[in-house]
Structure formats: C-alpha cells, structure tokens
C-alpha cells in the first residue's frame, strides 16, 4: 500500500491546524495588546477626571475661604462688588476656572517649562529624578492655588490687594517655602530662594539667546549672566520684597550698561526685540504702551475734575 499521499495528507492537516492555531494565538495577542492599550487610555481618562474634580473642589474651597476672610477682616459684611458698568467679556482665569480640561493642559504645559527654568538648580543641587518630581509637584501646587484664589477673587469682586486675599496668599506661600524646605533642607531651600528671585529674568534672558541665535548674534554663556545682573539691577523689586518685577525694567539703563558686555549688533538686537519668558512677562514694549495709556487715563480724570474733587461739567 503506498502510504505517501496519506502522510502528505497528514502533513498538511497538521500545519493547516498549526496555521490556525498560530493565527488564534496571534489574534489573541493583539486583543490582549489592544485591551491593554484601552486599559491605560481609560486610567489616563480616570486620572484625569480625578484631576479635574480635586482642581474643582480645591477652587470652591478656596472661594469659600476667601469669602470667609473677607467676611471677618469686613467685620461680618460681605466685601464689595467691583462697580462695572457692564459686565466685562470673560478673561482668561474665568475660561480656565469653567473649563478642567484646559486646565489640566496649561499645568501640562508649564511642567514642561519648568525642566529649563529650574534645570540649572537641579544640577547644582544634584536632585535625583525622584526628588525632581516632588519639587516641580510642590511648585505646580501652589501655582494652582494662586490660579484658584485669584479666580475667587474675580468672582466675588474681591481685589488682589484686599487684607483677606493677601493672607490666603502669603498661607499658600508659607505652604511652598516649608514643603520646598523639607524637601532640599535650609541649604538647598536657601539656594532656592537666590534662584528665584532671578529665575523670570533668566527666563527673559534665555528666550533672547534663543532669538539671538536665529538672528545670527548668539549670546555665550557669560553675556547671558552679565545681561540676567543688569536686568536684576535695572528693575524696579515688587512692593515689601526683593524680587525684581520683570514688568518695571528700565530698558534705557539695560542698554547702556549692556554696552559693556555686548556687541553693537547684539545690543541693537536686544533694543528691538520684545522679550517675553514662558510666563508671559517681562516684556519692554506692552508695558511702556500700558504706563502710558494709565497716565493719559490719569491725566484725563485730573483735567475733568474740578480743585474740590468734582467732575466738571
């Protein structure tokens, strides 16, 4: 009997099952594959939904305590609504404040700043990746705090300059300095401390470098320092502290002393450059538009109110 065509009948039984059996395999893998995809996108969905609602209830907290505070430093009596005359289009804290998503997208954002504004204190103070985490964790902590009281403030027509906004302030910052210090110790928080008071101003620095170079005048390392001190001693410092405002700079000064440490192409560069940081500030030309348009504002009312404080008519 000639068994040939019954073994090749066999033979391809057998890798016709194998077929189907690596093929079942497979399809098992990717099914596998694909639900564990879908399980970490649903904890990304679940983390952030967690996110949102903690933000949500911190912000109402923070309301709430405000409202509180204003209360008692008002001897019980609500503090004033803001007098408008309409209501005012909604800014940018109101369209955050009602919206989590964007949000969560802004601190995002701003976490990927933080690697190159604070990456030179991270080296110097030799921070592992884990002790990284915590710092940029306590510092995006207190930025959505500031973010939430401010919201609050808006809400209620409660001035940044108001007793009972200024003391929930300065308890998120007291929160800050002592979650820092326990995290670096009193030498590293000391060090902290030196960097930030120049940390905008390096940011401003840094974002000119960047322009510089595409304009073909690169800044070394050593201009860069010498034009983040001239910016320091140039600027007027925030009210009761030592933190220079990188709005009230004296671009004038900055020019001339840049003159020393700067080519003329690279002063000339600088001179018609707007230099904004990360965070928006520092720059030279919209806040000399905005002085000035507060003092023709500032003029006006003078000129349209009589010696005994009453607008002529």
Same mark, same amino acid.
């Given at each position: 009997?000639?068994?040939?065509?019954?073994?090749?009948?066999?033979?391809?039984?057998?890798?016709?099952?194998?077929?189907?059996?690596?093929?079942?395999?497979?399809?098992?893998?990717?099914? =596998?594959?694909?639900?564990?995809?879908?399980?970490?996108?649903?904890?990304?969905?679940?983390?952030?939904?967690?996110?949102?609602?903690?933000?949500?209830?911190?912000?109402?907290?923070?309301?709430?305590?405000?409202?509180?505070?204003?209360?008692?430093?008002?001897?019980?009596?609500?503090?004033?609504?803001?007098?408008?005359?309409?209501?005012?289009?909604?800014? $940018?804290?109101?369209? *955050?404040?009602?919206?989590?998503?964007?949000?969560?997208?802004?601190?995002?954002?701003?976490?990927?700043?933080?690697?190159?504004?604070?990456?030179?204190?991270?080296?110097?103070?030799?921070?592992?990746?884990?002790? $990284?985490?915590?710092? =940029?964790?306590?510092?995006?902590?207190? =930025?959505?705090?500031?973010?939430?009281?401010?919201?609050?403030?808006?809400?209620?027509?409660?001035?940044?300059?108001?007793?009972?906004?200024?003391?929930?302030?300065?308890? $998120?910052?007291?929160?800050?300095?002592?979650?820092?210090?326990? *995290?670096?110790?009193?030498?590293?928080?000391?060090?902290?401390?030196?960097?930030?008071?120049?940390?905008? *101003?390096?940011? $401003?620095?840094?974002?000119?470098?960047?322009?510089?170079?595409?304009?073909?005048?690169?800044?070394?390392?050593?201009?860069?320092?010498?034009?983040?001190?001239?910016?320091?001693?140039?600027?007027?410092?925030?009210?009761?502290?030592?933190?220079?405002?990188?709005?009230?700079?004296?671009?004038?000064?900055?020019?001339? &002393?840049?003159?020393?440490?700067?080519?003329?192409? &690279?002063?000339?560069?600088? =001179?018609?450059?707007?230099?904004?940081?990360?965070?928006?500030?520092?720059?030279?030309?919209?806040?000399? *538009?905005?002085?000035?348009?507060?003092?023709?504002?500032?003029?006006?009312?003078?000129?349209?109110?009589?010696?005994?404080?009453?607008?002529?008519?």
């Amino acid at each position: 009997m000639n068994t040939r065509p019954v073994l090749l009948a066999a033979g391809v039984v057998v890798v016709f099952c194998v077929g189907i059996a690596w093929n079942a395999a497979r399809q098992t893998r990717l099914m =596998e594959s694909e639900r564990a995809v879908l399980a970490e996108q649903h904890r990304q969905l679940e983390d952030r939904l967690r996110s949102a609602e903690k933000r949500k209830a911190r912000a109402e907290k923070s309301r709430a305590d405000l409202q509180e505070s204003a209360d008692r430093l008002h001897n019980g009596k609500p503090a004033a609504a803001s007098k408008t005359a309409a209501p005012s289009p909604p800014n $940018i804290q109101q369209i *955050l404040r009602d919206n989590p998503t964007l949000q969560n997208l802004q601190f995002a954002a701003r976490r990927a700043q933080l690697s190159i504004t604070y990456g030179p204190l991270y080296r110097s103070l030799h921070l592992s990746p884990t002790q $990284i985490e915590k710092f =940029e964790q306590n510092l995006l902590h207190r =930025e959505e705090q500031q973010s939430d009281i401010f919201a609050a403030a808006q809400a209620q027509g409660i001035s940044t300059g108001d007793p009972a906004y200024q003391q929930l302030a300065k308890q $998120i910052e007291n929160e800050y300095q002592s979650a820092q210090r326990e *995290l670096l110790g009193d030498a590293g928080a000391r060090e902290l401390r030196d960097y930030d008071r120049f940390s905008v *101003l390096r940011e $401003i620095v840094s974002g000119l470098a960047g322009a510089d170079a595409m304009a073909g005048t690169p800044l070394d390392a050593a201009q860069a320092e010498q034009l983040v001190g001239t910016l320091a001693r140039s600027a007027r410092p925030f009210p009761n502290t030592d933190y220079p405002d990188p709005n009230k700079i004296n671009w004038s000064r900055v020019a001339e &002393q840049a003159k020393t440490f700067l080519r003329p192409d &690279q002063l000339t560069f600088i =001179e018609t450059t707007e230099p904004r940081g990360p965070r928006g500030s520092g720059g030279r030309f919209m806040p000399a *538009l905005q002085a000035a348009m507060a003092a023709a504002a500032a003029d006006d009312a003078k000129k349209n109110t009589d010696p005994t404080g009453t607008a002529s008519q």
